[in-house]
């Protein structure tokens, strides 16, 4: 499985984005999916993931409420919907697969999409 994120930009405060995470293979919907961003100068971040089944989704508590992830094995596609931007939303945000369950922990992922930048302006 390949991994491949868009749908980044640059957005007003309180604005809205959808990212997409396209994933070539056959396999995915096997996979669980997750998607992470970093900041300038910072570490790399949980934000959300989604199992394999849609059973399961998880967020980080700096977005809940505000971003909603979904899925669509038809079209091997993970979605990001991040509503009521902030400033600190600004960050790259990657995608990542991991088979079973869905999980917060980046180390957890072993394949890695390429990021989409997000930018928040005040």
């Known amino acids: 499985v390949q991994l491949q994120a868009s749908g980044g930009g640059l957005v007003q405060a309180g604005g809205s984005l959808r990212l997409s995470c396209a994933a070539s293979?056959?396999?995915?919907?096997?996979?669980?999916v997750g998607w992470f961003r970093q900041a300038p100068e910072k570490e790399r971040v949980f934000v959300s993931s989604i199992s394999w089944s849609e059973s399961s989704t998880y967020y980080a508590d700096a977005v809940r409420g505000r971003f909603t992830i979904s899925r669509d094995n038809a079209k091997s596609t993970v979605y990001l919907q991040m509503n009521s931007l902030k400033p600190e939303d600004t960050a790259v945000y990657y995608c990542a697969a991991r088979k079973g369950f869905a999980v917060v922990t980046s180390a957890a992922y072993d394949i890695w999409g390429q990021g989409t930048q997000v930018t928040v302006s005040s």
């Open positions: 293979g056959r396999t995915f919907s096997s996979y669980s």
